[in-house]
């Protein structure tokens, strides 16, 4: 049981894409989910979260370029990601925290080209 994401791909500076997350079961379970990534060598960071209370946090060098949304209908976050650098490039993960366990999705590649 894991979050499943897509949307990922290829896209040229300044480019956009949407990812898309859909969550293991009913989003209103959900303590916390959000957006990760992570490029080789180096850790995984945060790049966008709906925090417990359903307030939002981003990583400093996305903010105003990325914006994070759900659908509970769909039990879907999303990230929408404007304004794409060479340095967005990244294995994205899904993450959610479920009834005090973390879940992480396999990952969708985002890759900007300069």
């Known amino acids: 049981v894991q979050p499943v994401e897509s949307g990922g791909g290829l896209v040229q500076l300044g480019g956009s894409l949407r990812l898309s997350c859909a969550a293991s079961?009913?989003?209103?379970?959900?303590?916390?989910m959000g957006w990760y990534r992570q490029v080789p060598g180096k850790q995984r960071e945060l790049v966008a979260v709906f925090t417990s209370d359903g307030s939002t946090n981003y990583a400093e060098s996305v903010k105003g370029r990325f914006t994070i949304s759900r659908d509970n209908a769909k039990n879907t976050v999303y990230l929408q990601m404007n304004s794409l650098k060479p340095e967005d490039t990244a294995l994205y993960y899904c993450r959610e925290i479920r009834d005090g366990y973390i879940y992480w999705g396999q990952g969708t590649q985002v890759t900007v080209s300069a």
């Open positions: 079961g009913s989003i209103f379970g959900i303590y916390q």
